[in-house]
């Protein structure tokens, strides 16, 4: 079920499970309710959704403006740094028993921890950073207008206001110690640029 971010309460999310395999470990998250999924305020698109191959594999990301002067994006960053700081809380007190290593919280605080929340050298402003679900190369993510009609990710372009339902479903431990939180989303809703509005009378 989707949440809104402030009726999800980070230190309710728990670790359900892990996985090893060849480069690192899922580490399974779930919150009170169940999967952790949870709905932004209306945000700016950052950039321009760009597909892209690296590696052989194909992806792209979705980053969101939290601009300084809206409380509601604001509250969202506040949000996402209790987020920060409890997943680096659980890393640590579990990171030895799903890996077979410890992890310090000095580790993470220094560089071993990827954060959701990006500055930007060219822009004084944060942003919010996250990956979109891709299969079979094609991209897999609805977008929807205001009135529910579908549009496609072609309406993703920088400057665009949009709502984002997202899910945290596992963190990735890497087996070189850096922990890095999957955020992948799973709908928008875009409500375009406002250059396509009428100006005000």
């Known amino acids: 079920m989707t949440a809104v971010f402030r009726d999800v309460l980070p230190s309710d999310i728990v670790v359900s499970g892990c996985k090893r395999l060849e480069h690192g470990t899922m580490v399974f998250l779930r919150g009170a309710g169940g999967p952790v999924r949870v709905q932004t305020p209306a945000l700016l698109l950052d950039w321009t959704v760009e597909i ?3 590696r052989g594999t194909t992806g792209c990301e979705l980053g969101l403006t939290l601009g300084d002067d809206d409380s509601k994006a604001q509250e969202l960053k506040q949000w996402l740094q209790a987020l920060t700081a409890h997943l680096k809380t659980l890393a640590v007190a579990g990171a030895e028993d799903w890996t077979g290593r410890a992890i310090t919280m000095d580790a993470l605080n220094n560089g071993s921890f990827t954060h959701a929340v990006k500055t930007q050298r060219s822009n004084p402003g944060v942003y919010f950073k996250m990956k979109v679900a891709f299969a079979d190369e094609q991209i897999q993510l609805p977008v929807f207008a205001p009135d529910m009609m579908r549009l496609t990710t072609d309406s993703l372009v920088q400057g665009a206001r949009c709502t984002v ?29 406002p250059n396509e509005f009428a100006p005000e009378a």
Do not use: E
Request: proline residues 6%; glycine residues 6%.
């Open 52 to 54: 892209k191959r690296f």
């Open 165 to 193: 339902v997202f899910d945290v479903p596992h963190i990735w431990i890497s087996n070189n110690g850096v922990v890095t939180p999957k955020i992948i989303a799973n709908k928008v809703l875009c409500y375009g640029t």
